[in-house]
């Protein structure tokens, strides 16, 4: 069994500016609230649908109004961080799996293309576009680390149960792009590592209506994911890029 990264002495300093995107979802949220409580002298920039509805926390934040499913709108948010910020840590916790008019096929006989073209835009598209619009603006030092939420259920070769169709592909579409994203910046000096991490099983809306079969104790709040998954960030090293890890820090394959 592979070794969780949490077992090696985290690397590097500890970060000066931390930009969450999806800052309103749950995970975002309470990711915002453990950088703010271990990095209370950090600048926390966060982007959310409706910036209103952020939660006030101890630390100055910079938030700002987007749509991952919006490329003029990230250009927009992006402008908007001023010119001598520079990005450490970006972490993207954005990503859709149902709505009122879609639900996780059960089977190939449910594939619709709207359904399809919903999860790619949401998943992969908006993700890999976000971060194209903001490395421009992070820092160039072998610290900086961008972590986006993936998914155990795109993994191609964990596959065992099927089913599950936009989001699977959505999610194995994502993991393609963030090796890419690793393989072109690994070329640069000082490129940034990139990530996928897997969140587990966490209490917030997407997915609440699949919680019914899972154990009480597998059932994780969102201020444990979070926590988990700022330690999986500290302790990201340069070989690391392109990788997929859960929130133990367990790396598993695309």
Same mark, same amino acid.
């Given at each position: 069994?592979?070794?969780?990264?949490?077992?090696?002495?985290?690397?590097?300093?500890?970060?000066?500016?931390?930009?969450?995107? %999806?800052?309103?979802?749950?995970?975002?949220?309470?990711?915002? %609230?453990?950088?703010?409580?271990?990095?209370?002298?950090?600048?926390?920039?966060?982007?959310?649908? !409706?910036?209103? =509805?952020? *939660?006030?926390?101890? @630390?100055?934040?910079?938030?700002?109004?987007?749509?991952?499913?919006?490329?003029?709108?990230?250009?927009?948010?992006?402008?908007?961080?001023? /010119?001598?910020?520079?990005?450490?840590?970006?972490?993207?916790?954005?990503?859709?799996?149902? =709505?009122?008019?879609?639900?996780?096929?059960?089977?190939?006989?449910?594939?619709?293309?709207?359904?399809?073209?919903? @999860?790619?835009?949401? &998943?992969?598209?908006?993700?890999?576009?976000?971060?194209?619009?903001?490395?421009?603006?992070?820092?160039?030092?072998?610290?900086?680390?961008?972590?986006?939420?993936?998914?155990?259920?795109?993994?191609?070769? =964990? &596959?065992?149960?099927?089913?599950?169709?936009?989001?699977?592909?959505?999610?194995?579409?994502?993991?393609?792009?963030?090796? !890419?994203?690793?393989?072109?910046?690994?070329?640069?000096?000082?490129?940034?590592?990139?990530?996928?991490? $897997?969140?587990?099983?966490?209490?917030?809306?997407?997915?609440?209506?699949? *919680?019914?079969?899972? /154990?009480?104790?597998?059932?994780?709040?969102?201020?444990?994911?979070?926590? $988990?998954?700022?330690?999986?960030? *500290?302790?990201?090293?340069?070989?690391?890029?392109? *990788?997929?890890?859960?929130?133990?820090?367990? /790396?598993?394959? /695309?």
């Amino acid at each position: 069994m592979s070794e969780s990264i949490l077992e090696r002495q985290a690397a590097g300093t500890p970060p000066g500016c931390v930009l969450v995107a %999806g800052a309103s979802g749950g995970i975002g949220s309470a990711f915002c %609230g453990a950088v703010s409580s271990h990095y209370p002298e950090a600048t926390l920039i966060r982007m959310a649908r !409706n910036p209103d =509805d952020l *939660q006030a926390l101890p @630390s100055e934040t910079l938030d700002l109004p987007f749509d991952i499913d919006d490329e003029r709108q990230m250009e927009q948010a992006t402008a908007r961080i001023p /010119p001598e910020q520079q990005v450490d840590w970006l972490f993207i916790a954005t990503g859709w799996l149902h =709505d009122e008019a879609y639900s996780p096929e059960k089977t190939y006989k449910s594939l619709n293309a709207d359904h399809l073209l919903r @999860s790619y835009r949401t &998943n992969a598209i908006g993700p890999a576009l976000l971060v194209k619009h903001l490395l421009p603006r992070m820092s160039a030092t072998p610290d900086t680390k961008i972590g986006i939420l993936s998914a155990r259920v795109g993994s191609i070769s =964990d &596959n065992r149960l099927g089913g599950w169709h936009a989001y699977r592909a959505s999610k194995a579409a994502l993991n393609m792009l963030i090796r !890419n994203y690793a393989l072109e910046l690994g070329r640069k000096r000082h490129g940034p590592v990139i990530v996928g991490l $897997q969140p587990g099983t966490t209490d917030t809306a997407l997915s609440a209506p699949f *919680q019914r079969n899972v /154990p009480e104790d597998q059932l994780q709040s969102p201020e444990y994911t979070a926590g $988990q998954l700022l330690k999986v960030m *500290q302790h990201l090293q340069p070989q690391d890029s392109g *990788q997929l890890f859960d929130f133990l820090g367990l /790396p598993f394959e /695309p």
